[in-house]
C-alpha cells in the first residue's frame, strides 16, 4: 500500500465518493462529492470507476507526500497545482513516483478541485461509502500528519482517453439551472418573478450541508409538513432566506421547497465563493 | 371507494417524489406506507430507495434517472391497480426511559406550568403506543405521533447548546428521543439508555416507518442496568407483533 502523507492541511478537504447511498430511512446524510461532473472525470481520466474515492479540495489546497508511485488527476477548481515546485494541469494523467510533493498555490477560478488516484484511494467505508463525515466515520476532515493508503501503480505513460475532454464552461456561468420545487406554485407572481431575475450571492454561510443566499424574498408562505429534502433542495425560510441545500444535508425538512436544482446546477453552485453571484434558471425535466 | 391520486413528480435529477394529502393522520401514514411497499417491489432497473415521511413517498436514484418517462408511467399504474389499501404489519417496541429529576431537567417546569404532579406526566407520556412515522433530522431520530394533549408544551425560546444522548423530550405535540449529543429546543422530560443509531450494525436500527413504540418508566438503577448491557453489545429490545 502507498500512503499519501498530509505535509500541511489547507483550507478543507475530505475523501468523498458518491455518497452513503441507501440509508435515508435512517435519516443518514447522502454525503459525497459535490460536484459529480468534475470528480467522475477525475475518475475517468485514470481509468478508474466513475465513483471511486477522491480528495475533495476547498479553495486552499493540502501539501501532501506519495510514499509510492502512482498516478494522478485533477479537476474542478483551478488552485495551481504544483508537483515538486513544478505546475502541472488539471485534467490530465499526472506520474507520480514515491517520495513526489504535490502541492497547491493561488486559486485561479472555482471552489472545489478533485485529486483522484489511480484505483482510487483507501479509506473506511461504512454503510457503503468511504464518503467522510464528522460522527458517520472516523475523519471529517483532512490534518497534519493523517496518511491516506492507496494502491501502488506503476508510474508509466499511459495514453489519455482522446474522447475525455473537461468542459470547463459550467465552472464560470452564473446561471444554476433549477426545477419549480413542490411548493413552487404557492409563490406569488411577484416572488417567482424575483426569484427568476435577481443575481443573488453567496453567503458566507456556505459548506457542503447547504449554500445560504444573502439577498431575500419576502415570505408569507405557510411551512409546510416535514417532508423530503435531496442536496439541491432550494427552501425558502420564513424570515426569507433562502438556503440550497448540499450533499451533506439532512433527510427532512419543513420549510417550502421551492427550487430543486439539477445535477448541472448542484455542480455550478459548489464551485462558488462567498460573495460571488448567481442566477437561476428555470429549465423544465424530461 | 373514490379517492383522490397523490400529485406525482420528477424532484431533480434522481428523485420521484410523490405527495399525498396535507395532513398528519395514521390513516394517511397507513396509505403511504401500503404504496411505498408496492413500490419497493416494482421493477426498477436502476438503484433505488424508497422512503417515506409523513405524507409523502421518495424515490430516490443513486444517479440520474435514464428513462424518467417509464419510471413515472409504472408508478402511476401502481396507484391505478390497487385502491384498495390495507395496513401492513408493523411492532410494538418498549422503550425503556428514566424519568428521574437528573435527566428531566425540565420535569419540575412543567409540572408548573400544566399543573400536573410529576407522576401524572410520566404516566401520559408512557400511556400511548406512539406511531413511528419515518426518521429523519439526525441518524436514527424517530418522528413520532400520538403525543397526548395534555402534554404538548411550546419548546424552549433559547434552545441549550447542549443536549445529552438519549435526552427524551417534547416540542408542541412532538415527543421523541435524541439520538446524539446534539443542540436542541425541546423540553426534556427523562433519559433513555437504548442506542437509536449505531453506525457499527449493518442494520443501525430495528423499528422502521409504520411500528410503535411505548415508553417504559424504569428507576435509575434499572436504567444503568440497561446502559451496561447497551455496551456490552447484548441488550435486546423487547418487541411484540401488531397485525395491520
Known sequence: MGKMQVLQPGLFSSIQDYGRFGNMKYGVPLSGVMDRYAARMANLILRNNANDAVLEITMMG?????????????????????????????????????GDILSFGRRIF???????????????????????????????????????????DAANKVETNAGLKFKENYLKTSNIEAYKGPEFDFLSDKQR????????????????????????????????????????TVQL??????????????????????LQLNENGINTIAQKLTNEKVRFSLTKPL | MSKELPHISQLGDNAILIQFEKIISEKVLDEVLFYKNLIQQLYIKQKVEVINTYNSILINYFVTIEDVYSDL????????????????NSRVFEIPVCYDLDFG?????????????????????????????????????????????????????????????????????????????????????????VNFFDKNCEIPTQISAGDYIKFKSVDRAEYDRIKEQVNQGNFQLKKQDRNG
Open chain 1, 193 to 232: 418573478d424575483r426569484l427568476e431575475s435577481l443575481k443573488f450571492s453567496i453567503d458566507q454561510n456556505n459548506s457542503r450541508m447547504a449554500i445560504q443566499l444573502q439577498e431575500q424574498l419576502e415570505n408569507d408562505l405557510d411551512p409546510i409538513i416535514t417532508g423530503p429534502v435531496v442536496p439541491g
Open chain 1, 110 to 152: 472555482g471552489c472545489r478541485a478533485y485529486l483522484s488516484i489511480s484505483g482510487g484511494f483507501s479509506a473506511e467505508e461504512v454503510f457503503g461509502s468511504k464518503s467522510w463525515y464528522e460522527n458517520i466515520t472516523k475523519d471529517a476532515k483532512l490534518e497534519k500528519g493523517m496518511e491516506i493508503s492507496y494502491k501502488e
Open chain 2, 73 to 88: 408511467k409504472a408508478v402511476k399504474e401502481v396507484f391505478q391497480q390497487n385502491n384498495n389499501t390495507k395496513n401492513i
Open chain 1, 62 to 98: 493540502p501539501k501532501l507526500k506519495f510514499s509510492k508511485s502512482t498516478k494522478i488527476a485533477i479537476t474542478g477548481a483551478h488552485l495551481s497545482a504544483k508537483l515538486n515546485d513544478e505546475e502541472i494541469e488539471n485534467n490530465t494523467i499526472i506520474e507520480i513516483s514515491a
Open chain 1, 237 to 258: 425560510t420564513p424570515s426569507g432566506k433562502l438556503i440550497v441545500l448540499m450533499k451533506d444535508c439532512q433527510t427532512t425538512g419543513g420549510y417550502p421547497r421551492v
Open chain 2, 105 to 193: 431537567i425540565d420535569l419540575e417546569l412543567i409540572s408548573k406550568e400544566k399543573n400536573l404532579e410529576i407522576s401524572e406526566i410520566i404516566s401520559l407520556h408512557t400511556k400511548p403506543e406512539y406511531r413511528v412515522y419515518f426518521m429523519g433530522f439526525l441518524p436514527g431520530f424517530l418522528y413520532l405521533g400520538g403525543l397526548d394533549k395534555k402534554l404538548q408544551i411550546s419548546r424552549k425560546s433559547q434552545p441549550r447548546m447542549k443536549i445529552e444522548k438519549g435526552a427524551v423530550g417534547i416540542g408542541e405535540n412532538q415527543t421523541g428521543i435524541y439520538p446524539k449529543v446534539s443542540p436542541g429546543g425541546w423540553q426534556i422530560i427523562g433519559n433513555c439508555p
